[in-house]
């Protein structure tokens, strides 16, 4: 994604935003940092498998009640402004976890 560092990243499991922000740079000024996605290896007992989460107000103020907790193997997608969620739906469908 649009990040200082991007790539895999092996983390501990309380492991939140701000930490993976830290380990891989700071976001880029293109990035969406309203519609962070995070794609799940296993879909959650609703059949979720994708969350769309806002860090601006992190970024903004610090406030991290948008966070989701984070699970093993989960993969954290950063796009670039302007960028449709339909359109990222083609990249979500063929991860390969």
């Known amino acids: 994604g649009l990040v ?3 790539g895999q990243y092996i983390v501990r499991e309380s492991a939140d935003f701000s930490t993976l922000l830290a380990i ?6 293109d990035a969406n940092l309203k519609k962070v996605l995070v794609v799940r290896h296993q879909s959650d007992d609703n059949g979720q498998q994708v969350y769309v989460v806002n860090l601006k107000p992190f970024m903004k103020k610090g406030d991290r009640s948008n966070f989701i907790a984070l699970k093993p193997n989960d993969t954290i997608i950063i796009t670039e402004k302007g960028i449709r969620l339909s359109k990222i739906s083609q990249y979500t469908k063929t991860c390969i976890f």
Do not use: S
Request: aromatic letters at 0%; glycine letters at 22%; hydrophobic letters at 20%.
């Open 4 to 6: 200082g560092k991007p």
């Open 24 to 29: 891989c740079g700071n976001i880029l000024e």
